[in-house]
DNA sequence: CTGAAAGCGCTTACAG
DNA sequence: CTGAAAGCGCTTACAG
């Protein structure tokens, strides 16, 4: 089964490759026959012909692919919706998106000996090394969460830290206001969260200091019920009355550990987690959690990208991305 | 920030192209002197040389990519293990992965205008006018669980049934084992899930009727716990004392709704989920479930793209690739 | 209104 | 041991 060609239809059809092209792309400023028009449309269409992206690439120079680079971290719903959502956004305006999973297990420099995208989203920030790379190949980076302050359009570290500590801030203060003075805060055992943990954890830190409540508790909680078990004996004898977890997965393990422990959720404990998966409002009790608006993150994100691709100033990152659901745990 | 070529290696080293692309692919049969291959090399590594995807492709005739399509049902844990897994498989043969998320919102041909893939896997069957339109294009489609009886390479519906109702007949025969015999299935609300759904409860059938049980009962199950409550009440009053779930998320809510209404699990209701998530483990009690053993099933599936890129004969599907794992609630 | 020709960057027979 | 040249399939000035 040979693939057919632009020049398979120019045959077919008895015009020249140039007038396929001009047909097939609806290039403007050029009048061809309705006729003419007609008789390629039909051949295209009856031989099958998909035009080559690589000869369409390296002809234009540019490719209309966008690659998103996944963190090295477990994927949720959360980000699956995001990816969903940029993927809708960025078709609107020609570009495909295709998603790089494994990350961290070989370079990503292997990955643009393979395919040439025009641009590369990042989820988590790149280092120099890769950032360096991927201009030389004449990729454009684009950072996730970054230009919050409308001012770098390069990925930045420091712009990730923000948006992970408003998320801490958040739950802290929501404790916080409902009276709960001593916190802890549930860190994931999953090493590779820990730079997330520790931003969140500074946002927690920073809205106890402000509400001049005791500096919180912080500890690993595994998806375990005994070991978790074992973390909610020490909290509670310690007197905490408000926990904090990294995301809902940690919550539930709170959860499961407290009931361990023998602790009432909310009476003598609070609980709060971040996601808002399916399984927090399935909870025992009912989790209440920190939602991302995805959504509005992911038009951001795909605002962001056609910036950087047009050269444009990156445009501020809307206010309230984050918002509370309080259900029965707090 | 001009994009660097092989030319301009080529004139950097004092060489021609063509000693540059003998060196930087360590061509076989070729015989540069160490000091020619020394000055490419390092004019190369200078330069941060790296090479066009599209240009090479085209030459090539043939790109090293394989997107991977994902179904249009919402990504889980289990899914995205599964990518990383196969990822690091196809890397070895040098094969780069990529994902395509969003299916169903516009044609995949739309893909292939701006990626030119070796193979695309297919996380659900394919329809045949995208089979065809991939074939036209050059791109060979490989079906996932497809060959489980080595027979057929192409995307085959029926493969997929298969997988799937061993699913269900092993959560069945797990709960009329323990000598539980008035059933229920409780089905996803999400209509993206039907079908997979339907293939499970047809596993669940046809353990009930080998075992001379009743017919299960069948409900949807929305995440809600309100809405799950009312599905369980039912149940309860007809006397079922077995719950066979979709995946965990469904069996979550049941256990909502059975907890709502009174029932205990597992004296007066057993529940078996299916995916082995994080939360199972953490639920109240800890949610027996079917685990699919997700690195099989992805070495699997990277054994079945390569020998279909090669031409090979598929290889048998692997013997046991679902496992109970007993918990609490059943 | 349509076609002949150049050229994107690479790889690979082929010639020396 | 190394280079000149062809050609992958496309798009786009340019010529008619």
Redesign the pocket.
Known sequence: MA????????RAS?????????V??G?PG????A???ARVLEAAERLG????A???T????RSDLVVVVLPHWPIGPVVDALLDRLTTDLAERGLSVLVHHGRGRRPLADLWRHVSPRAVVGLAPFDPAELDAMRRAGITPVGALVGRDGRDPAPDPAAYAGAQEGIGRLQAEHLLGRGRSRLAYAAPADERLAGFAAQRLAGVRAACAAAGAAHPLVAEVPPDPDAAAEVCRVWAAAGVDGVLAYNDEVALAVLAGLRAVGARVPEDVAVVGVDDEPAARLAVPPLSTVQQEIEVEADHLAAVTLATLDGRAVPPHPPTSVRLVVRGSS
């Open positions: 693939v057919v060609t632009s020049a398979d239809v120019a008895g015009v020249s490759r140039t007038t396929v092209s001009y097939l792309n290039t050029t009048t061809i026959s006729a003419t028009r012909y998909a035009p080559s690589a000869a369409r390296l002809r234009r120079g």
